[in-house]
């Protein structure tokens, strides 16, 4: 996974009515695929990705793209790749608006995720976080997660990254 950024612009959600309502966590629809854009560019410091890249995850069948909505925005995302003939899946992605962290959102994506892999039968999930990333790196530890090994200059700016395992 990408490294996520520390201070992000709030540029494409300055006009957030209000916080009402707990978040759905849903399917993402191939139609928001600009929103899923700004999200990123909003959360990720570089490395974002293309919009030919995220339009190809929202149509491949082997992804899944899920989000959290509230007040009809799209506040948060989650991206998993599927490898079925190793029963592996993969945390591709996952980043929350700025305005919306430590409300759970994340935690809630990540259960959402944890529970529907289980029933597909998937027996491992793996991702990659940033080794200064902390508050990921305690969001999967509460998630069960531990860490495999270090991929050394993981990142395109040289930064090592920690691969994570959970056993469902
Ligand atoms: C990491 C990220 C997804 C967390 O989203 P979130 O919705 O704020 O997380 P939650 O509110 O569900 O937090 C769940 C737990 O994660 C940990 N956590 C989350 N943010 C944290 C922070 N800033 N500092 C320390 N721990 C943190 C805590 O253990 C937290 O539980 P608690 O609130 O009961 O203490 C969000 O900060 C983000 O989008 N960051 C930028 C992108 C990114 O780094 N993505 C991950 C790439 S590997």
């Known amino acids: 996974m990408r490294e996520g950024a520390r201070d992000s612009s709030l540029k494409n959600f300055k006009n957030f009515s209000s916080k009402r309502g707990g978040p759905k966590i849903r399917p993402a629809k191939k139609e928001e695929l600009d929103a899923l854009l700004s999200l990123e560019e909003t959360c990720f410091k570089e490395e974002t990705f ?50 919306y962290r430590r409300a759970g959102i994340a935690s809630l994506l990540m259960d959402t995720a944890l529970e529907y892999l289980k029933e597909q039968g998937f027996k ?23 860490v495999d090994k270090t991929l050394y200059k993981y990142y395109k700016n040289g930064d090592d990254a920690l691969h994570l395992v959970r056993k469902l």
């Open 50 to 99: 293309h919009k030919k890249q995220l339009r190809y995850l929202l149509s491949k069948a082997k992804s899944i793209v899920q989000v959290a909505e509230i007040d009809g925005n799209i506040i948060g995302s989650m991206i998993i790749l599927l490898r079925n003939h190793i029963s592996n899946a993969r945390i591709y992605s996952l980043n929350v608006h700025p305005e």
């Open 124 to 146: 491992n999930i793996t991702l990659e976080v940033g080794v200064n990333n902390k508050a990921a790196q305690n969001l999967y530890r509460s998630k069960g997660f531990f």
